[in-house]
């Protein structure tokens, strides 16, 4: 185990992200600092202290990004930090354009201060993460998926790039584990329309009632590629979309989210 001996931290422990984080860690034999907002809050906790290895080697901690200072015991000492907890509390008509410029703000302040103490930092870049759920609670991604298994009549004429979630996860660590590793790495499996993904998962769940129509007449949003060359230098052999589709879909299921006896069956 590449991880014994080894104290990391991980931010925002208790996210789609860093839950699966978390559990490849643990079972690379790290011993792992998660933080969250809410130690008595089991949404948060009770699947991570279910993790194997967490009895052994995981520690929670209570810290908040938003409280100067929170964070300085729980990193002191650690060989590694993952940060992915990222707060953004925006009161706007359109929050989904406030989302990646917290994140891209957060990043450039991250890079400055790392150069200005002499901290070797690497950054992740996932398109849209999909796959299985540890956590109890639904993430904005998994709910892109399950839109479209609701009923609904018509998918959205948008295109983006798609990645698994366990491969984001064992990015983070191989960015950390890999001594050549550096800079920005972009993760994308493949980029397809929504029209793509209800194609997939027809294809998967022939009897259930999925979108006939794109909700608008215009073109599709063209397709594009991103190279995978620097992100395979790393390690990644990155899982299917159709695996991934699946995996979220039946995670879905066992989560409760949704229903197949509920769904209105094809003719």
């Not at 493949?190 to 009897?207: D, G, T």
Request: charged share 25%.
């Amino acid at each position: 185990m590449s991880g014994s001996g080894k104290v990391v931290c991980v931010t925002g422990a208790s996210g789609y992200i860093a839950s699966w984080l978390v559990k490849l860690l643990l079972q690379r034999g790290y011993t792992v600092r998660g933080t969250v907002r809410d130690l008595a809050d089991p949404k948060r906790t009770e699947h991570l202290r279910a993790l194997e290895g967490a009895n052994e080697r995981l520690q929670l901690f209570k810290a908040n990004l938003l409280e100067e200072g929170s964070f300085d015991s729980v990193v002191e000492g650690c060989e590694g930090v993952f940060h992915t907890a990222s707060p953004c509390y925006v009161n706007a008509t359109d929050p989904q354009k406030w989302y990646p410029l917290s994140k891209t703000l957060a990043e450039e302040a991250a890079w400055k201060f790392s150069k200005d103490n002499s901290i070797d930092m690497v950054t992740i870049h996932p398109g849209v993460v999909i796959g299985p759920l540890l956590q109890p609670t639904l993430n904005e991604s998994s709910a892109m998926l399950l839109n479209l298994l609701n009923g609904s009549s018509t998918y959205p004429n948008l295109r983006f790039p798609w990645v698994n979630v366990k491969d984001v996860a064992m990015a983070h660590i191989l960015a950390f584990e890999v001594p050549s590793a550096s800079g920005r790495y972009f993760l994308v499996e493949r980029v397809a329309h929504y029209s793509e993904i209800v194609k997939i998962l027809r294809e998967q769940y022939p009897a259930l009632k999925l979108p006939e129509k794109c909700v608008d007449d215009k073109p599709f949003l063209p397709i594009y590629q991103v190279s995978k060359e620097k992100e395979k230098s790393l390690g990644i052999d990155y899982v299917p979309i159709v695996t991934s589709i699946k995996e979220t879909v039946e995670s879905l299921k066992e989560k409760g989210f949704v229903s197949f006896s509920k769904l209105a069956i094809a003719k």
